[in-house]
């Protein structure tokens, strides 16, 4: 019997330290347009290239979120993969489980999905393949998906034509993930901007307005895609 | 007491004995060399299994309810299409390859003709989003089975949970690809010294050791490699194999080496289904290699053979041949599934 109470004892002691010795820290990812909210279905965008645009899809992978002090890692999330999508408010805002007492300046993360997991089967939650971010006719997971409208002038007449970006491929030379470092300051949150109009703006929809599987182009695009995200804390 | 527990112990390890016999539903053939696929990422059971062997059978994955894995794959060709060159799916379309036998795929490390599939669960995502195949999404199948009450029974067997998840009927349907062992034909009994070839097949195995054996190596009949046999490509289909994947040059009308085993059972042949006989195969291998930039190594040097050679050849071919597997019950449409028999 008292054996029982002391492990009793011991248990919520165990879990006052625990719960105390751990901090959450809220990241979310906030699509922006022009720098305010991104909003999927207004078609009125403009950019400096086009005449009007929609985006209808912007969905990507974060995966293997490290946060570091200056260079040295001090912590690092497990099993790591997140799907954000524009369209879904909930895939937004993550908590990370932090130790109280940790020090950092930078988070680091990848933008898609490393090869190891990319050969490595049929997985469920983020990565399932239903979540519409897996290429079918040919292994492999898309990164990042934008897609939309924009109406063009084409030779004196406006033209609508549909744009797909779908970004990704685990092999070499057509490896496209990026790895993302930003500056932050220890806060209960960090806000991570992406703003659509930037994305756009380095894509010249009239000679390009789509990409459909692992290509050099798809490499270059990503590139220029992870210098767009941007930190923004009060 | 204590003859009681040497008893009671011997029993134990008996019975535990016992069970690890019953519970291995994959056992590798002895002496094969060891699979690539990791079993620790998706442990056989036999709950698993049937629930694979159901979807496999089930047209449910395709768009119009109407075609099934089984539809091109079906066991009395060795898991091949039967008597088509390309593959047929929803609405009669015709696809632009020819489906492959399938068996020991627990071995192979890429899939399909030019190695465009990465892992063999995520091998079915292919044929079930095919618009000329089963033109369905995994979304909606997922959905469909979520809805049915004979897979809300068998998932929960299997997943202790009735919900259908992409990840779960994936790795269903693998585990099923997975037991599609052939290893009892004639060649096997002959290597474990069980039986005898002819003179005729002995003769047979000689050419075919110095011939195609570099190729389609022992014992699964294929190096797995992709390698470029010397076929003349096709004008219409303009299939340049591996380097629509790899996109390098040197990869140019290379295609995954098949396994030889059931080929007897498995035609057409080739990617495209082009030969319908062994003996057109023969003579492409002795007369028809087209010599172009990317042609494997091992058929520079011409393979010449007498008329007589070429039937011994195809006699030791025909050795490969695996009844028991063509006839297994374990691999069959699962009617016990789909009209299981009322109680009474």
Same mark, same amino acid.
């Given at each position: 019997m008292k054996f029982i109470i002391t492990l009793i004892l011991l248990f919520i002691t165990g879990n006052l330290l625990f719960s105390q010795s751990a901090k959450k820290?809220?990241?979310?990812?906030?699509?922006?347009?022009?720098?305010?909210?991104?909003?999927?279905?207004?078609?009125? @965008?403009?950019?400096?290239?086009?005449?009007?645009?929609?985006?209808?899809?912007?969905?990507? @992978?974060?995966?293997?979120?490290?946060?570091?002090?200056?260079?040295?890692?001090?912590?690092?999330?497990?099993?790591?993969?997140?799907?954000?999508?524009?369209?879904?408010?909930?895939?937004?805002?993550?908590?990370?489980?932090?130790?109280?007492?940790?020090? @950092?300046?930078?988070?680091?993360?990848?933008?898609?999905?490393?090869?190891?997991?990319?050969?490595?089967?049929?997985?469920?939650?983020?990565?399932?393949?239903?979540?519409?971010?897996?290429?079918?006719?040919?292994?492999? @997971?898309?990164?990042?998906?934008?897609?939309?409208?924009?109406?063009?002038?084409?030779d004196g007449i406006k033209e609508k034509k549909s744009f797909q970006f779908h970004l990704g491929g685990y092999m070499k030379p057509f490896y496209p993930l990026q790895t993302i470092t930003l500056n932050v300051t220890e806060k209960d949150s960090i806000k991570i901007n992406l703003d659509a109009e930037k994305i756009i703006s380095v894509i010249d929809l009239q000679k390009q307005h789509h990409i459909m599987s692992p290509c050099k182009e798809a490499v270059?695009?990503?590139?220029?895609?992870?210098?767009i995200f941007s930190v923004q804390q009060p | 007491m204590k003859k009681f527990a040497i008893v009671f112990g011997v029993f134990c390890l008996m019975l535990s004995a016992f069970t690890t016999l019953k519970d291995q539903i994959f056992v590798a053939p002895k002496n094969w060399p060891k699979p690539v696929y990791d079993f620790a990422k998706n442990p056989l059971t036999k709950e698993k299994v049937e629930l694979g062997r159901a979807l496999f059978y089930d047209p449910l994955?395709?768009?119009?309810?109407?075609?099934?894995?089984?539809?091109?794959?079906?066991?009395?060709?060795?898991?091949?299409?039967?008597?088509?060159?390309?593959?047929?799916?929803? !609405?009669?379309?015709?696809?632009?390859?020819?489906?492959?036998?399938?068996?020991?795929?627990?071995?192979?490390?890429?899939?399909?003709?030019?190695?465009?599939?990465?892992?063999?669960?995520?091998?079915?995502?292919?044929?079930?989003?095919?618009?000329? !195949?089963?033109? !369905?999404?995994? !979304?909606?199948?997922?959905?469909k089975l979520q809805q049915s009450k004979i897979y809300r029974k068998l998932f929960y067997e299997a997943f202790a949970d009735s919900a259908a998840t992409g990840e779960r009927t994936l790795k269903a349907i693998s585990q099923f690809m997975l037991t599609l062992i052939s290893a009892e034909s004639?060649?096997?009994?002959?290597?474990?010294?069980?039986?005898?070839?002819t003179t005729q097949e002995k003769n047979g195995y000689n050419i075919f050791q110095k011939n195609c054996s570099s190729c389609h190596k022992e014992p699964l009949f294929t190096n797995l490699a992709f390698e470029n046999n010397g076929l003349p490509p096709d004008t219409k289909l303009k299939d340049i194999g591996r380097m629509k994947i790899s996109k390098n040059p040197a990869d140019s009308l290379r295609f995954k080496v098949p396994t030889l085993r059931n080929i007897e059972f498995s035609y057409p042949y080739m990617h495209d289904g082009r030969f319908k006989k062994l003996s057109e195969v023969i003579n492409h291998y002795t007369s028809g290699i087209q010599h172009n930039k990317t042609l494997s190594k091992p058929l520079e040097k011409a393979i010449i053979l007498t008329s007589n050679e070429k039937v011994d050849l195809v006699a030791f071919l025909l050795t490969l041949t695996d009844k028991k597997f063509l006839f297994d019950q374990r691999f069959s449409y699962p009617k016990e599934i789909f009209f299981p028999k009322p109680k009474d």
């Open positions: 820290l809220q990241l979310t990812f906030n699509p922006t347009f022009n720098n305010s909210a991104l909003n999927l279905s207004d078609s009125s @965008y403009t950019s400096n290239r086009s005449d009007s645009l929609q985006i209808e899809t912007l969905k990507f @992978y974060i995966s293997e979120i490290e946060l570091l002090n200056d260079n040295k890692v001090v912590w690092k999330e497990e099993n790591s993969f997140h799907l954000i999508d524009a369209a879904e408010k909930k895939t937004l805002s993550n908590f990370l489980n932090l130790p109280t007492e940790l020090i @950092y300046n930078k988070i680091k993360f990848n933008l898609g999905i490393d090869s190891v997991t990319n050969v490595a089967g049929a997985m469920g939650g983020d990565l399932d393949p239903t979540k519409g971010m897996y290429w079918t006719w040919q292994s492999g @997971y898309v990164n990042f998906k934008l897609e939309g409208n924009s109406l063009q002038n084409a270059m695009l990503s590139e220029k895609i992870a210098k | 994955l395709s768009g119009t309810n109407t075609i099934s894995c089984a539809s091109c794959h079906s066991q009395f060709t060795a898991f091949t299409h039967v008597d088509h060159a390309l593959s047929h799916g929803v !609405e009669d379309r015709i696809g632009t390859r020819n489906s492959p036998a399938l068996m020991n795929l627990a071995w192979h490390k890429l899939f399909m003709w030019d190695g465009a599939i990465n892992h063999l669960d995520v091998q079915a995502l292919a044929p079930v989003s095919h618009p000329d !195949e089963m033109g !369905e999404k995994i !979304e909606n199948v997922v959905l004639k060649y096997d009994s002959v290597m474990r010294k069980q039986s005898q070839f």
